[in-house]
């Protein structure tokens, strides 16, 4: 069973910039693909942005792309997500996830998820 904790959220203004950062616990990180994914007030969860067990195959959703970065650390169990350019429509709630097989944008693909992290965007 792998927990993972989220943190690194919080309020910022337009055009701001945060780092999320993923801490894993009890399971072997580096056997995972990693992504993170985000919900707003009424809307359903979004794929965000994913990377593989060793770092590669990155793959980000339009909206975020080429503002935000993932990547992850194996010594340290831990996943970022450095976002950059924040504007209105990033406002969500981040959720960090870890899939074991072969993940990609499809929130079914993977086996564990955190708590979330609160990102509000302020204009």
């Known amino acids: 069973q792998v927990q993972l904790v989220e943190s690194g959220g919080g309020l910022v203004q337009t055009g701001g910039s945060l780092r999320l950062s993923c801490v894993a616990s009890g399971g072997t990180f580096s056997r995972y693909d990693m992504g993170w994914f985000r919900q707003a007030p009424g809307k359903e969860r979004e794929f965000v942005a994913r990377?593989?067990?060793?770092?590669?195959?990155?793959y980000y959703a339009a909206s975020v792309k080429g503002r935000f970065t993932i990547s992850r650390n194996n010594a340290k169990n831990t996943v970022y997500l450095q976002m950059n350019s924040l504007n209105a429509e990033d406002t969500a709630d981040y959720y960090c996830c870890a899939g074991s097989r072969f993940a990609t944008e499809l929130a079914r693909t993977y086996d564990y998820w955190g708590q979330g992290t609160q990102v509000t965007v302020s204009s």
């Open positions: 990377i593989r067990w060793n770092g590669s195959n990155i």
